[in-house]
């Protein structure tokens, strides 16, 4: 499914201000409706990350490797207590974490506000908990698959943050998943998009399809 008619607010004049071209985006969609409960939402997460887990123990997925970014903001700037949680620590209050690798916690200025950006891996039995846990603010956490080895570094890190302007001119932290997409797909990578309403959710894979290709 090609991304630019799935999504509206993908752009293809912005792309080629940005890249030059216009990268052959593509979509592999889980949906599901009727979800009324979040139990129903709980649900359809974990059958949905068991169809996604199936994936990535099979060419040409099985040497990805997948990814957890988040972006924190400090609530009180004056609080040691939270320049110390950083993001894992803060998270690890409310979430089990075990199995993730923790990528270095860059700190971030902007407005007189201060944010925490980093970057974790996590193996496949771990997609339904970070699917959660993205579902409970898509705007602070993305998922996504890389085979780049440098991912947890963070030159890479900021590399990542700065090439997709994350931080936009509003005083909140907010992941531009287009952005997003663009820099990463047309490397190879694959960006989860997380989409909800009060009775859908979906979950989208998106990709560069001139550089891989996923299906079921």
Do not use: H
């Amino acid at each position: 499914m090609e991304a630019y008619g799935y999504f509206n607010w993908f752009n293809k004049n912005q792309s080629v201000e940005i890249l030059g071209y216009v990268p052959n985006l593509s979509i592999l969609s889980f949906n599901g409706t009727m979800m009324f409960t979040q139990g129903d939402k709980k649900l359809f997460i974990e059958s949905s990350s068991n169809e996604i887990n199936k994936l990535f123990l099979k060419e040409p997925l099985k040497n990805y490797t997948l990814y957890l970014m988040a972006n924190l903001e400090v609530k009180n700037n004056n609080s040691k207590i939270e320049k110390y949680r950083k993001v894992w620590k803060a998270l690890q209050t409310e979430w089990n974490l075990e199995g993730f690798k923790f990528g270095p916690e860059i700190e971030v200025n902007k407005n007189d506000n201060c944010f925490y950006t980093s970057i974790a891996s996590f193996k496949t039995e771990n997609i339904s908990k970070s699917v959660e846990l993205v579902s409970m603010s898509p705007k602070k956490f993305a998922i996504f698959a890389s085979c780049n080895k440098d991912t947890l570094t963070e030159a890479r890190i900021k590399e990542i943050f700065d090439s997709t302007n994350i931080l936009n001119d509003s005083k909140n932290l907010e992941i531009n998943y287009y952005l997003l997409s663009l820099y990463l797909c047309p490397k190879g990578d694959i960006v989860f998009r997380l989409g909800t309403s009060s009775e859908e959710t979906e979950i989208a894979m998106i990709y560069d399809n001139d550089v891989i290709q996923v299906t079921l």
